[in-house]
C-alpha cells in the first residue's frame, strides 16, 4: 500500500449540517481541496457514523479524492450518527428523498461547480443507484460497489425465494444495534441525549418488516433499480468481488445500461473497497481507477476511461480450498461486450439411474461466510464433507483447461412427496488428490420455480423441470481436475427449511444439466491497474487484550441429540480508540442451530454489546441487544430486545414478540 501524502492540491476539512426540506440536518463532514476555484462535489451517504465507525475508511479516500481537486463529502443518513431525525428502514422513501436534497445542496454551493458524483460500498453503493434512478440533474456519474440491483432476489434477505437465515437475521440484528446508537455529545452538544431519546422510541426491529414481505412484492420493488434501468442518467461504475454476494448485479448492469456510460469491473475480492489489501488480493489502485471515472464524468476530461473494455474481470486459476487467500492465482480479462461473443453456453448432461436425495438438515455448515470480509475463516473450506451429503455429477476436464466466465445453469427434473423444499446447487474444482474448492452456487426455493413474486406448492408425486441460475465467477479448471456439480435439499443456515423438507426430492438425471459459460482464448485487451495508494490514516489504535479472542467460526456438534450449533464471531472492529479521545467497543455473536433430522429446530440468536466512552468527560453509553428467530409448521417466531445505559442507569429498555406466518419464504 501507497501512503500518498503530497497532492495536486493543499485541503481542509469541516462539519457541517445540510438543512433538508422538513427542517430536519443532516450530518456532513466536507473535504475540500484549497482553491478559489469552484470543484465537482463527490458524495458518500451512509447511516454508519462518520465521527467514529466509518471514519478510518473515509480518512483513507475522502481526503485523497480533495487533494485532486474535488470536494469529497461523507454524510449520514436520518436517524444515525450524529444527524437529525430518527431512523427509518433500509433505503426507504425519505432516505432517497433526503439524498437527493444533499445533491442538490451540494451543487448549489459557490465552491461546486454544479457536477456532482455519487459512490459507496454495500448501503452506499445502494443508494447510489437509487438516487441515479431519481434522475436529479446534478447528479453526472456514480461508484457502486458491492451492490444490487434488485433488493428481494439479490440481498441479504431472500435466496431463490428462500430466507436467508444467514442474513436476514444477522443483518437485522446488526441494524437493531446500530439504530440504538447514541449521537456523540462532542459533535452535537447538550441536546445528545434528547435525541437519543427520541430515536430510540422510533426504533423497530426490521425483521418484522422483511418477513412480512417473503415474495416480490411493492415493498422490495422499491429501490430495485433492475425495475427500470432506463431511469439510471447517471453514468455508473460497477465494481464487485466474486467472494461478494453482490457480483451479479455487475453483469446486469453491463448488460442493460447503454454501453457509452457504463463500465463494470469484478475482482476477486470480498465485500471491501479493492484498493484496502484484504483477502483475497490482488488489490489494485481503485482511488486512480475512480479518479479517471471522476475527471471524464464531471471534469470532461479525454482521458480514455471510456476505451477501456466494457466489463474487466479477473480470472482464477485452480487453487486448493482455503477459508482465506492473501492473493489468488489468475489474471484480467477483458470483454467489449456482454453477454460476450467469447463466451459460449456449453451443455453437461447428467448420467445415471434417478437419485434420492434428503440431505441432512446440517448440510451448509461448511458455506462459508455469506459477506466475506477479509478475515480468516470467511471462505468455505473443502467440500468433500458437504458433498457427501449431495447428490455429485462429475466432468472431466481434458488435456485443454475449462475456463468460465459469468452465469452457470442448473436444470433440475425432480420429484417431491411434500408440497415445498429447496434446490441448492454447488460448482466445485475437484484437483486430482480428491481437495473440493467451492467456485459458486446457488439455490431455488422449489415454491418460487414459477417466479418470485408468487409461492406455487409442488404437485405431490410428480416431476417438473426447474430452472434456476448460480452466481456469477470467473474461473479456470486445470487439467487433469474435474468439475463437480453437488445437489442438496438442505443447506443451513444460508437457506433457512420449510417443514417436510426433510423428505427431499428425488432427481432423474435423464431431464437434468448444468450448462457453463465458457470463455474461449483469443486475443484480448490488456487490463492492468496501478497499485494502490490511500491518504494517510486516521490513526486510531487497538488496545491490545489479554482475553483469548473467540473462534471466528466454530461448528459444535452435540451427538447425543444430533444438534448441530455454528458460532460466529463477524469481527466488524472490536475496541478501538479514536484521536479524540473517543473509546469505542463493539462485542457481537451470532448462534445457528438445528436438527440433523428437524428443519423445525432451526432456531437463530444475535447478541451485541456497543460502549461508547470519553474519559475526559465522562460520557459513558452501553448498548446491548439480543435477537432470536425460530419457526414452527406455520410461521416464524422472533424476539428482539434492547438495552441501554447512561453510566450504570438504564435508560431504555424495550422488547418486541412477533410471530410471523410463513407464506412463501
Known amino acids: 500500500?501507497?501512503?500518498?501524502?503530497?497532492?495536486?492540491?493543499?485541503?481542509?476539512?469541516?462539519?457541517?449540517?445540510?438543512?433538508?426540506?422538513?427542517?430536519?440536518?443532516?450530518?456532513?463532514?466536507?473535504?475540500?481541496?484549497?482553491?478559489?476555484?469552484?470543484?465537482?462535489?463527490?458524495?458518500?451517504?451512509?447511516?454508519?457514523?462518520?465521527?467514529?465507525?466509518?471514519?478510518?475508511?473515509?480518512?483513507?479516500?475522502?481526503?485523497?479524492?480533495?487533494?485532486?481537486?474535488?470536494?469529497?463529502?461523507?454524510?449520514?443518513?436520518?436517524?444515525?450518527?450524529?444527524?437529525?431525525?430518527?431512523?427509518?428502514?433500509?433505503?426507504?422513501?425519505?432516505?432517497?428523498?433526503?439524498?437527493?436534497?444533499?445533491?442538490?445542496?451540494?451543487?448549489?454551493?459557490?465552491?461546486?461547480?454544479?457536477?456532482?458524483?455519487?459512490?459507496?460500498?454495500?448501503?452506499?453503493?445502494?443508494?447510489?443507484?437509487?438516487?441515479?434512478?431519481?434522475?436529479?440533474?446534478?447528479?453526472?456519474?456514480?461508484?457502486?460497489?458491492?451492490?444490487?440491483?434488485?433488493?428481494?432476489?439479490?440481498?441479504?434477505?431472500?435466496?431463490?425465494?428462500?430466507?436467508?437465515?444467514?442474513?436476514?437475521?444477522?443483518?437485522?440484528?446488526?441494524?437493531?444495534?446500530?439504530?440504538?446508537?447514541?449521537?456523540?455529545?462532542?459533535?452535537?452538544?447538550?441536546?445528545?441525549?434528547?435525541?437519543?431519546?427520541?430515536?430510540?422510541?422510533?426504533?423497530?426491529?426490521?425483521?418484522?418488516?422483511?418477513?412480512?414481505?417473503?415474495?416480490?412484492?411493492?415493498?422490495?420493488?422499491?429501490?430495485?433499480?433492475?425495475?427500470?434501468?432506463?431511469?439510471?442518467?447517471?453514468?455508473?461504475?460497477?465494481?464487485?468481488?466474486?467472494?461478494?454476494?453482490?457480483?451479479?448485479?455487475?453483469?446486469?448492469?453491463?448488460?442493460?445500461?447503454?454501453?457509452?456510460?457504463?463500465?463494470?469491473?469484478?475482482?476477486p475480492w470480498s465485500h471491501q473497497y479493492p484498493d484496502r489489501g484484504l483477502p483475497p488480493g490482488p488489490s489494485i489502485g481503485f482511488l486512480q481507477e475512480t479518479l479517471r471515472w471522476w475527471d471524464h464524468w464531471l471534469k470532461g476530461a479525454d482521458n480514455g476511461v471510456m476505451d477501456e473494455p466494457l466489463l474487466r474481470s479477473w480470472i482464477s486459476e485452480s487453487h486448493p480450498p482455503a477459508t482465506v487467500y492473501e492473493v489468488l492465482p489468475g489474471r484480467w480479462v477483458g470483454d467489449a461486450e456482454w453477454p460476450s461473443p467469447s463466451v459460449t453456453p456449453v451443455t453437461y448432461a447428467l448420467q445415471g439411474a434417478p437419485v434420492a436425495v434428503a440431505s441432512p438438515q446440517h448440510t451448509g455448515l461448511d458455506a462459508g461466510r455469506f459477506f466475506p470480509f477479509g478475515n480468516d475463516a470467511d471462505l468455505p473450506p473443502d467440500q468433500r464433507e458437504e458433498d457427501a451429503k449431495s447428490a455429485c455429477f462429475e466432468f472431466p476436464v481434458g488435456r485443454e483447461p475449462v475456463e468460465i466466465l459469468g452465469r452457470a445453469q442448473v436444470t433440475a427434473r425432480l420429484r417431491m412427496d411434500v408440497p415445498y423444499g429447496q434446490v441448492v446447487a454447488r460448482l466445485c474444482d475437484v484437483a486430482p488428490d480428491g481437495s473440493s474448492t467451492l467456485v459458486t452456487r446457488g439455490a431455488l426455493n422449489l415454491s418460487a420455480r414459477l417466479g418470485r413474486d408468487k409461492a406455487v406448492p409442488w404437485p405431490v408425486g410428480a416431476y417438473e423441470d426447474v430452472v434456476f441460475e448460480l452466481n456469477g465467477i470467473g474461473h479456470r479448471f486445470a487439467a487433469g481436475h474435474r468439475i463437480r456439480l453437488a445437489l442438496s435439499s438442505a443447506y443451513w443456515p444460508w437457506i433457512w427449511p420449510r417443514a417436510g423438507s426433510q423428505a427431499g426430492w428425488t432427481l432423474d438425471p435423464a431431464g437434468s444439466s448444468v450448462v457453463l459459460p465458457v470463455r474461449s482464448a483469443g486475443s484480448e485487451p490488456e487490463v492492468g491497474f496501478e497499485p494502490p495508494e490511500q491518504a494517510e490514516p486516521l490513526g486510531v489504535s487497538h488496545p491490545a487484550t489479554l482475553d483469548e479472542p473467540r473462534p471466528e467460526r466454530l461448528v459444535v456438534r452435540d451427538v447425543a441429540r444430533g444438534r448441530w450449533r455454528l458460532e460466529v464471531d463477524p469481527r466488524y472492529g472490536g475496541t478501538r480508540v479514536y484521536p479524540d479521545g473517543l473509546e469505542y467497543g463493539e462485542e457481537a455473536q451470532e448462534v445457528y442451530e438445528i436438527d440433523s433430522a428437524d428443519p423445525l429446530s432451526a432456531r437463530t440468536r444475535s447478541q451485541w454489546r456497543i460502549r461508547l466512552h470519553r474519559p475526559e468527560s465522562g460520557w459513558d453509553v452501553r448498548v446491548e441487544t439480543r435477537s432470536e428467530v425460530s419457526c414452527d409448521e406455520g410461521g416464524f417466531l422472533t424476539s428482539n430486545e434492547v438495552v441501554c445505559r447512561e453510566g450504570d442507569e438504564v435508560v431504555f429498555h424495550r422488547t418486541w414478540e412477533r410471530r410471523l406466518p410463513r407464506a412463501a419464504g
Open 1 to 267: 500500500m501507497i501512503i500518498r501524502t503530497e497532492f495536486p492540491f493543499g485541503t481542509a476539512h469541516e462539519d457541517v449540517r445540510i438543512p433538508m426540506p422538513d427542517g430536519v440536518e443532516l450530518y456532513a463532514r466536507i473535504w475540500r481541496p484549497l482553491t478559489d476555484e469552484p470543484v465537482p462535489a463527490l458524495l458518500e451517504y451512509l447511516p454508519y457514523r462518520l465521527t467514529d465507525w466509518t471514519a478510518p475508511r473515509d480518512w483513507q479516500r475522502h481526503p485523497w479524492y480533495a487533494g485532486h481537486g474535488y470536494a469529497s463529502v461523507r454524510v449520514d443518513v436520518r436517524g444515525h450518527g450524529c444527524s437529525g431525525g430518527n431512523p427509518g428502514d433500509e433505503y426507504d422513501a425519505r432516505e432517497l428523498a433526503d439524498g437527493v436534497a444533499v445533491v442538490e445542496w451540494l451543487a448549489e454551493q459557490p465552491w461546486c461547480t454544479g457536477s456532482v458524483g455519487m459512490f459507496g460500498i454495500s448501503w452506499g453503493g445502494f443508494n447510489s443507484l437509487q438516487i441515479a434512478a431519481l434522475a436529479p440533474e446534478a447528479l453526472k456519474a456514480v461508484v457502486t460497489v458491492c451492490s444490487t440491483d434488485d433488493r428481494y432476489d439479490n440481498d441479504v434477505h431472500y435466496m431463490g425465494g428462500s430466507v436467508l437465515a444467514v442474513d436476514m437475521h444477522a443483518w437485522a440484528a446488526t441494524m437493531l444495534a446500530f439504530a440504538a446508537r447514541p449521537p456523540d455529545p462532542l459533535f452535537v452538544g447538550d441536546g445528545w441525549r434528547e435525541q437519543w431519546l427520541a430515536r430510540l422510541e422510533s426504533v423497530e426491529p426490521l425483521i418484522h418488516t422483511w418477513l412480512a414481505h417473503q415474495t416480490r412484492d411493492d415493498y422490495w420493488r422499491h429501490g430495485s433499480v433492475c425495475e427500470d434501468y432506463g431511469a439510471i442518467g447517471a453514468a455508473v461504475l460497477a465494481v464487485g468481488g466474486w467472494h461478494d454476494p453482490y457480483r451479479d448485479t455487475v453483469l446486469r448492469l453491463v448488460s442493460h445500461l447503454p454501453a457509452d456510460r457504463v463500465r463494470g469491473l469484478i475482482g
